[in-house]
T-cell receptor, first 113, second 109 residues
Framework: DGGITQSPKYLFRKEGQNVTLSCEQN?????MYWYRQDPGQGLRLIYY???????QKGDIAEGYSVSREKKESFPLTVTSAQKNPTAFYLC????????????FGPGTRLTVL | GQNIDQPTEMTATEGAIVQINCTYQ??????LFWYQQHAGEAPTFLSY??LDGLEEKGRFSSFLSRSKGYSYLLLKELQMKDSASYLC??????????WGAGTKLIIKP
């Protein structure tokens, strides 16, 4: 089955630790995205990538980093510089620019203690 | 600035019809998306409108007026499983999605 996988579903980390969230897709999509979702707010774009080895900052990139070494994979690292990292993180992918229906992974709920 | 407005919460009765409104102000416009999101799950695509008018897809329909910066999602014959949040998102001139905060729809028996 084609789709997007994110793991783990729930993640707990201590304050000051970096943590990497995985995102893998087998839809052969060129573009991939990372969003953060907080209660009562819309999805906010962290980073996106339209092609391998290239990515751009979204609206709230500070404290996060990404890599796109393979078309299928777009991992997100939440660094200790992120002031308020506890949130629901969603990865998405789409075919290309233009009309780009985005397909979402199941999400990772990160809690920093 | 860019802004998407939709009601925070709505309540409706099983079997009834509900209309969820969305107004948008974005830099450029390349279409309007509606997604459904059940609690703790990923959003799933419902509809895409880029031309004015109504698009019907089973029990769900979506309407767009570009001149008014307005869209609505119409849900008919409501079922309990329709209890979810409904997210409106506008595709701006850079083909980036600008998301509303979502409307939580509560269905009562």
């Amino acid at each position: 089955d084609g789709g997007i996988t994110q793991s783990p579903k729930y993640l707990f980390r201590k304050e000051g630790q970096n943590v990497t969230l995985s995102c893998e897709q087998n839809l052969n999509h060129d573009a991939m995205y990372w969003y953060r979702q907080d209660p009562g707010q819309g999805l906010r774009l962290i980073y996106y990538s339209q092609i391998v080895n290239d990515f751009q900052k979204g609206d709230i990139a500070e404290g996060y980093s990404v890599s796109r070494e393979k078309k299928e994979s777009f991992p997100l690292t939440v660094t200790s510089a992120q002031k308020n990292p506890t949130a629901f993180y969603l990865c998405a992918s789409s075919m290309a620019e233009g009309y780009n229906e985005q397909f979402f992974g199941p999400g990772t709920r990160l809690t920093v203690l | 600035g860019q802004n998407i407005d939709q009601p925070t919460e709505m309540t409706a009765t099983e079997g009834a019809i509900v209309q969820i409104n969305c107004t948008y102000q974005t830099s450029g416009f390349n279409g309007l998306f509606w997604y459904q999101q059940h609690a703790g799950e990923a959003p799933t695509f419902l509809s895409y409108n880029v031309l004015d008018g109504l698009e019907e897809k089973g029990r769900f329909s979506s309407f767009l007026s570009r001149s008014k910066g307005y869209s609505y999602l119409l849900l008919k014959e409501l079922q309990m499983k329709d209890s979810a949040s409904y997210l409106c998102a506008s595709l701006d001139s850079n083909y980036q999605l600008i998301w509303g905060a979502g409307t939580k729809l509560i269905i009562k028996p």
